[in-house]
């Protein structure tokens, strides 16, 4: 049964079916052949809906629509003038504040592919004009895109944690950590590349243009202090942070900075309705067919085929790394998280791991196979934007890859790197 499943999957998405698709009939397939024939549909009904009933997922749509309402006014790129004010005149500054750009969107938007469009469109022509070949300059955004999936507020940590039942608020904080190792990590590499090519330097900034740029960004930066502060100040649920960055972000756009118009946000609510409605198809897709692979015991087979119960905590850790890596290589990390979880989740149990470390690891590891040749969505997404080939997209990614599989490896060998703010902020 789960090979004819499978079989059927990837036959249509060799068909250039979309995911949701062979989700939809691998679990319908699935249902008919377990539980013989349509009299027993309203089973799988019920999984649908089960998969998108968590109040928690409230938050998607809303951090889709405030990161949607920043991009389209003027918040990212005062994000972005404010870190240019302050290195882009060092060696690879222009390089390092792209890194940490997409650092401080990522803390506002929680969407990698957001932050490859809101960062990239208006940094990528100076980088190529100071000097930097396109290949970096499209890997460096891509890449660095990936700390928008660990730094909170994160889609891809929601749903881990709804799918998980682990504490939202714990994974957003636990994944601070890793994320400000990438972009130093990143603006190291930066530095060094810039070095080695010879990239002349951008005119250093006066004092009066960085407190101007530290004073027009002072309202983007509230989005920060409403998540994080907000959520472990005890003031907000995540959920409730949400729909407060949704409120700031329509009162900086509409009000103080006047770049939206009411119709403006109409369509831009159109926008994230669309995109809302594609996620949450997957989620119940992926509900429903985590359920029938749990229900035909798929799972367990496979799992004692690699003898992952004689594993110790690290050598499961390795596995569930490498097997959320190879998937998001191929297929959208949001089925990945939603198929892959509660087949790894027994033995998660089994050893003692901690479900947040867990969930760091996933989703520092779903964030490479976005950007990871040779189908993930951050490259389509550059393709896309920057209307470059394939090719020239992929050509600069070996070294930024080998950096965060780099961070990925850490993570495993010294878990606080992830753990330590979580335990400060919530010691027992």
């Not at 972005?80 to 390092?96: Q, W």
């Amino acid at each position: 049964m789960a090979l004819t499943i499978f079989l059927i999957m990837i036959v249509l998405l060799l068909l250039g079916f979309p995911m949701k698709i062979p989700l939809i009939i691998g679990a319908f397939v699935g249902f008919f052949m377990m539980l013989g024939g349509f009299g027993q549909m309203e089973t799988m009904v019920q999984q649908f809906m089960a998969g998108i009933r968590p109040a928690s997922l409230i938050a998607v749509p809303m951090f889709i629509f405030a990161a949607d309402i920043m991009t389209r006014g003027q918040s990212a790129n005062r994000l972005i003038d404010l870190v240019m004010a302050f290195v882009g005149h060092l060696r690879g500054g222009l390089a390092v504040s792209t890194a940490a750009a997409c650092t401080m969107f990522g803390a506002v938007s929680g969407s990698t592919q957001a932050t490859v469009v809101a960062v990239g469109s208006p940094l990528r022509p100076r980088m190529l004009s100071a000097g930097y070949k396109d290949n970096f300059v499209l890997a460096l955004i891509v890449n660095a895109s990936d700390i928008a999936f660990l730094i909170p507020p994160s889609i891809g940590m929601i749903i881990y944690g709804v799918v998980s039942k682990t504490s939202i608020a714990e994974l957003f904080i636990a994944g601070i950590g890793p994320g400000v190792l990438i972009l130093l990590l990143f603006s190291a590499y930066s530095v060094i590349y810039a070095l080695r090519h010879n990239v002349p330097t951008e005119p250093k900034a006066s004092w009066s243009e960085r407190l101007t740029a530290s004073y027009r960004a002072i309202w983007p930066l509230g989005f920060p202090v409403i998540i994080i502060g907000g959520i472990y100040g005890g003031i907000f649920s995540p959920t409730e942070a949400a729909a407060a960055c949704v409120l700031y972000a329509l009162i900086l756009e509409v009000i103080v900075f006047r770049t939206l118009s009411l119709g403006d946000v109409y369509d831009t609510a159109k926008s994230t309705g669309l995109i809302t409605a594609v996620v949450f198809i997957l989620v119940a897709a992926g509900a429903a067919f985590s359920w029938i692979i749990s229900f035909a015991q798929i799972p367990q087979q496979i799992l004692a085929s690699i003898g992952i119960d004689e594993m110790g905590p690290t050598g499961v850790l390795f596995v569930i790394s490498i097997a959320f890596f190879i998937g998001c290589m191929f297929v959208d990390p949001i089925v990945v998280i939603l198929v892959m979880v509660p087949i790894f989740a027994p033995v998660v149990k089994s050893v003692g791991l901690d479900p947040v470390l867990v969930g760091t690891i996933i989703t520092l590891q779903v964030a490479i196979g976005s950007a990871t040749p040779p189908f993930g969505c951050d490259i389509f997404t550059a393709i896309a934007v920057f209307k470059r080939p394939y090719i020239e997209v992929i050509k600069g990614t070996p070294p930024f890859i080998a950096i965060l599989l780099g961070v990925s490896v850490a993570l495993i060998f010294f878990p606080q790197i992830a753990l330590f703010l979580r335990d400060l902020a919530f010691a027992k």
